[in-house]
């Protein structure tokens, strides 16, 4: 063990956020409101053993106030204070050790809020507590209780890590510009056990002490956020007081929040990329198979569509507006997703402005001190790629709501010729046969004047030269009527398909005389 590898006055600041009210989109699947709390109260029994339950009697009973930021602590069984306190000794590395830290429920706006804090006092009893190996961290979070996999929050968390450096770290930070870096591993590995360990995202300094932090936020399925922070400055202390860990509380959240709505966005984008590219599939197929077997059966015969070609159609114009309808409900969660990053992005400005002002209302911090800029690189640059990829998504996706609307103009256009083409067909249909039957009637109405009634069922000889064939009156007058219905029918039908053919004649004509001279 090396004098580097000793911090001094160690803390962990946990934030963790989850959803008040499930929306009504994931009605269907609640979210289970009061697991923050049961995760603290698992993490304070089981885990760090402190002695104190963190259960119902601690929280509030009564209606949760109005209000943007509420203290749902139940202060009367606290002692009147803002949070539930906490301590234990422990030995470690031959030293006994005073672990001391609170809990605290929040409400803001929407979500409920965690933070818990666990930490080596830097003085007890007036006197400075000693330095301790970084392996105090591991002491912090007993089976990984602090990480995303055991609290399972609905907005996620971040975790804070901060230590004091001794006058030699900072000398030896000062000569290796990979030290501080180093010290962090080190904090890290010792803090979560196993391999999954954050990625290193980068490296700055706030309130004038040097800040690393982990995690890459585009990639918030696989990195847990968690942020290590060296204290070397007497003003680094001084703004980290109880109003600026308020403050993070909020800019966390609004972190969250956004990295949330990211996250969320990226699963809908590969939903609506494979629905964006059945679309286009199952498209292209209807099309292909509207295609005639014989061509020139759709050149003069209406659509030229088969019985089978024709109910398929029919069902993709059932079916086509419900999934036109689903497809748009995916554009606008990913668009629902993009106005939270941007309110979100908006709200973590403002806090930063607000911490600004204070910051500059002091007189004694210097520019250096009141620098937010390792802060501020989250909502003036990592927002703003979140939002534009969301836009360039929409770009693209958009054009399948015009595909879906083109299809389904054309779909129902060819039904309707097709339809038609039968109606008007079997209208001719129709007035032939009516056409027929009258005349068949007539005629048969007008035997008495070309046939001799008496005797009745008299035999009349056919006029044929070569045979002699007699035949009775009501079966000749039947033919007759039969004969001059069926001619009216034909005699209707040829009619109608005449004046088809005169008119695509008309058409041809016309084409020809638009065509330029050759």
Not at 111 to 116: E, K, P, Q, T, V
Not at 216 to 244: Q, Y
Not at 361 to 370: H, L, N, P, Q, V
Not at 453 to 468: C, T, V
């Amino acid at each position: 063990m090396t004098q580097n590898s000793k911090i001094y006055a160690p803390n962990v600041y946990l934030f963790a956020y989850h959803l008040c009210k499930p929306l009504e989109s994931e009605s269907s699947s609640p979210v289970e409101l009061t697991k923050l709390w049961q995760k603290c109260h698992e993490i304070l029994q089981a885990k760090l053993a402190v002695g104190t339950a963190f259960n119902g009697s601690y929280l509030s009973k009564k209606d949760e106030p109005a209000g943007s930021r509420v203290n749902l602590i139940n202060k009367q069984v606290v002692g009147n204070r803002n949070s539930l306190a906490f301590a234990k000794t422990i030995s470690h590395d031959n030293q006994q050790i005073n672990l001391k830290g609170f809990a605290q429920p929040l409400r803001i706006d929407d979500s409920y809020a965690l933070g818990l804090q666990i930490r080596v006092p830097e003085k007890v009893n007036n006197i400075k507590t000693p330095a301790v190996d970084v392996s105090i961290f591991k002491e912090f979070n007993p089976d990984n209780c602090l990480l995303p996999d055991f609290l399972q929050s609905y907005f996620g968390q971040t975790l804070l890590l901060t230590a004091w450096l001794s006058v030699e770290q900072n000398q030896a930070a000062r000569e290796d510009s990979q030290f501080l870096k180093n010290l962090a591993q080190q904090c890290l590995e010792k803090f979560i056990s196993g391999q999954n360990l954050p990625t290193f995202y980068r490296q700055g300094e706030l309130f004038g002490s040097p800040i690393l932090e982990y995690g890459n936020p585009s990639r918030p399925d696989t990195e847990c956020h968690i942020i290590v922070w060296f204290f070397n400055s007497s003003a680094t202390d001084e703004i980290w007081d109880e109003t600026r860990y308020s403050d993070f509380v909020e800019l966390f959240l609004y972190r969250n929040k956004i990295i949330r709505a990211y996250r969320d966005s990226r699963k809908t984008y590969l939903v609506t990329r494979e629905e964006y590219k059945q679309i286009e599939l199952d498209i292209d197929a209807t099309f292909k198979y509207l295609q005639p077997d014989e061509p020139h059966q759709r050149h003069l015969k209406g659509a030229g569509l088969k019985e089978e070609k024709l109910e398929r159609l029919q069902r993709q114009t059932i079916e086509m507006p419900p999934r036109a309808v689903n497809y748009a409900r995916l554009l606008m969660d990913l668009e629902f997703r993009q106005n939270t990053i941007a309110i979100n992005a908006k709200n973590y400005q403002e806090k930063l402005n607000q911490i600004s002002l204070d910051l500059k209302s002091s007189k004694k911090y210097s520019d250096s001190d009141r620098d937010l800029s390792f802060l501020e690189l989250f909502s003036k640059e990592t927002c703003p790629q979140f939002e534009e990829q969301i836009k360039a998504d929409l770009g693209y996706f958009k054009h399948g709501t015009g595909l879906l609307d083109k299809a389904m103009e054309a779909i129902r256009g060819v039904v309707a010729i097709e339809e038609a083409y039968r109606n008007a067909k079997l209208e001719v249909t129709i007035q032939a046969v009516g056409f027929g039957l009258g005349v068949a009637g007539v005629v048969a109405g007008s035997s008495p004047y070309l046939i001799k009634p008496e005797p009745p069922n008299q035999i009349i000889a056919l006029p044929l030269p070569f045979l002699k064939v007699g035949i009775n009156s009501f079966a000749l007058v039947l033919l007759i009527s039969i004969g001059a219905g069926v001619g009216v029918s034909l005699l209707v039908m040829l009619s109608a398909k005449s004046k088809n053919l005169l008119g695509k004649f008309k058409n041809l004509l016309n084409r020809n005389k638009q065509l330029p001279p050759q």
